[in-house]
């Protein structure tokens, strides 16, 4: 089983170009999650969608856009990347609402110079 | 000012030691999450509460409601349990908002 996959694990960015985190769950999930991770910090949530079709903000979501692309695929997109978003990307899916055990994938550390 | 607090930030512990992490937070809540992230960065859902305990294996959380307060307890700790671990909580009414404590680290030494 793949559970959560997230895509690219690695990657470097200049300030202000652009790019799109992937993420897909083979779970059939209804909700996924996309946080971040910077140290210190702890794990902060950017935006998340409760089913297909709906996504709302979290706790951090100004400079992101996200799409829930079907029941499997939710991503994240930076438009303008800034340095302040240098950090560790986690995506998480579970069955239903928050109150459900979340599965997360590896993780995508993101640079921007 | 954090929501969610963790004690102790870091910890150390001989193989086979009774470990307690406390979370202790600030706001209502309606249900609390305990995470174990991996040296290798992965993070594993460990528990789900909204009351009471719950057991696994070497591991028990607890959780009291009206103080605002969980325990994550590893019995007969093990190198292998050497990790970070993380408190959440869905604060009530939210829906899905996630708030996290900033983690307690663990090193379990042989």
Partial sequence: NAGVTQTP?????????????????????????????????????IYYSASE???DKGEVPNGYNVSRLNKREFSLRLESAAPSQTSVYFCASSPGTAKNIQYFGAGTRLSVL | KNEVEQSPQNLTAQEGEF??????????????H???QHPGGGIVSLFMLSSGKKKHGRLIATINIQEKH?????????????AVYICAVIKGGAGNQFYFGTGTSLTVIP
Wanted: glycine residues 8%; contains cysteine.
């Fill in chain 2, 34 to 36: 305990w995470l174990q």
């Fill in chain 1, 9 to 45: 694990k690695f990657q470097v960015l200049k300030t202000g170009q652009s790019m799109t985190l992937q993420c897909a769950q083979d779970m059939n999930h209804n909700s996924m999650y996309w946080y971040r991770q910077d140290p210190g910090m702890g794990l902060r949530l």
């Fill in chain 2, 19 to 32: 470990i307690t992490i406390n979370c202790s937070y600030s706001v209502g809540i309606s249900a609390l």
């Fill in chain 1, 53 to 55: 079709g709906t996504t």
């Fill in chain 2, 70 to 82: 969980s325990s994550l307890h590893i019995t007969a700790s093990h190198p292998r349990d050497s």
